[in-house]
């Protein structure tokens, strides 16, 4: 069998990191796949770029014109969802060159940034398999849509956000993907949580197909738990502190990840001796500094996986705020690393934190609930060597990267065997 997996970055990026664990994991089992990418930073010679065209001068314009328009959408229209638009206007994708490669199934993954656009999907003749790391597929240009419902109801003109105006982007979009995949059959849907099936079920583009939950992979024999005091004396920092981690991509910027939900919490955890906690914070420059009401400690963007397990380990809880969120890679590397993890119980989180038993869920967007959490994992030594050994376990038992690559390689048997 030989797979393509299809992404448009192979290591930089949430979804790009997470596509490139199921193409490593389908190899480790014995499955042939190769990926192939847009922009590739790995030195993997099974990572392919798309060639011709699509590497050059429109290569490069296709991102900056659809990274303009997002600017635009936001700044010049005030449209009301500030998180991530793609308009997949161009395309980058290589039709010629997948048919020279002869896959037996397609796995699709992150496709904007000026990789694919909609139509690029009907030109694959052979089986698809697209894993969802987000809203995008069943949306407008929207990546995560907060509150709004048009991706169930459909893209009208009189159920815009409030305030909205002028050209709708979004439902032109729509109305592209709608037209472009009305007649495709090959297709199979994976999503990572439970949450986004629920969403892609509900959806008018992709109520009517096959969609499969499994979750994304961690190779468990690389994020595990190393010693609390080796990992701090690697990263300099104090051996006698409790410290709380925050971490993601734009952890500070992006208003989806909640930095504001976790600085209001911060300020109402009670500890007796709030000078024994302190803050890891990866994933931002330190613009926030001095918002914190603990001594910081800024890691920057952090994308070497050696690094990532020493700061999981060097932490004692690892705290996600996020407001809509599909299987966080930071829960779970944290977990692998035996970490326990107090989030929201919403999106694809509970999937991962079992409430009290590994980690600590708390009410959506109460930093109140959220607080009593932090203290809740923080403040019994016995309480939290339970939390962390249940949290490796869970990821042993569900998130292991050969179990989940066997799910894959059982669904794209599945496929071609009724594809006969």
């Known amino acids: 069998m030989k797979v393509l997996n299809v992404c448009t970055n192979d290591i930089k990026g949430g979804a790009a990191r997470a596509a490139y664990r199921i193409h490593s994991g389908l190899k480790k089992i014995g499955v042939g796949s190769i990926m192939f990418v847009k922009n590739k930073a790995s030195f993997d010679s099974s990572v392919i770029t798309c060639s011709g065209y699509g590497r050059g001068l429109l290569g490069k314009i296709s991102f900056y014109v659809d990274a303009i328009a997002y600017f635009y959408l936001m700044r010049i229209k005030n449209i009301k969802n500030p998180v991530l638009h793609s308009i997949a206007l161009f395309s980058n994708f290589n039709k010629k060159q997948v048919e020279r490669i002869n896959p037996d199934i397609v796995n699709l993954?992150?496709?904007c940034a000026g990789f694919m656009k909609p139509r690029d999907l009907i030109k694959i003749k052979k089986p698809i398999v697209w894993t969802l790391h987000d809203m995008w597929a069943f949306c407008g240009a929207e990546h995560y849509?907060?509150?709004?419902?048009?991706?169930?109801?459909?893209?009208?003109?009189?159920?815009?956000?409030?305030?909205?105006?002028?050209f709708d982007f979004n439902r032109w979009i729509w109305n592209k993907k709608k037209r472009a995949w009305k007649d495709l059959d090959n297709i199979s849907i994976i999503t990572p949580s439970n949450w986004l099936a629920e969403c892609a079920r509900k959806s008018i583009l992709f109520r009517n197909y096959r969609i499969n939950v499994i979750p994304n992979g961690i190779d468990i024999e690389i994020f595990k738990p190393i010693n609390k005091k080796t990992a701090r004396e690697k990263l300099g920092l104090p051996l006698d502190k409790k410290f709380i981690l925050f971490g993601a991509m734009s952890a500070t910027s992006d208003p989806r990840k909640g930095f504001e939900y976790l600085e209001k919490a911060l300020k109402l955890i009670d500890f007796k001796k709030k000078d024994d906690v302190e803050i890891i914070v990866?994933?931002?420059?330190?613009?926030?500094?001095?918002?914190?009401?603990?001594?910081?400690?800024?890691?920057?963007?952090?994308n070497d996986d050696d690094l990532l397990v020493i700061i999981y380990s060097a932490a004692d809880v690892m705290v996600i705020p996020s407001l809509e969120d599909n299987l966080p890679n930071t829960i779970m590397e944290s977990i692998s690393c035996g970490t326990p993890c107090v989030g929201f119980n919403l999106g694809g989180i509970p999937d991962m934190i079992d409430h009290k038993l590994n980690g600590y869920l708390a009410k959506p967007l109460d930093s109140n609930d959220l607080?009593?959490?932090?203290?809740?994992?923080?403040?019994?030594?016995?309480?939290?060597?339970?939390?962390?050994?249940?949290?490796?376990?869970?990821?042993?038992?569900?998130?292991?990267i050969k179990i989940v690559a066997k799910k894959y390689e059982d669904l794209y048997k599945n496929i071609l065997e009724n594809k006969k």
């Open 145 to 166: 849509v907060g509150k709004c419902e048009r991706y169930i109801n459909g893209y009208l003109p009189n159920n815009r956000a409030e305030g909205e105006s002028s």
């Open 371 to 400: 607080a009593r959490g932090i203290e809740w994992v923080l403040e019994d030594k016995l309480r939290w060597e339970n939390l962390s050994k249940n949290a490796r376990k869970k990821v042993e038992e569900n998130f292991s």
């Open 282 to 302: 990866f994933g931002s420059n330190g613009s926030t500094e001095g918002m914190l009401p603990f001594p910081t400690h800024y890691l920057g963007n952090v």
């Open 109 to 111: 993954h992150w496709i």
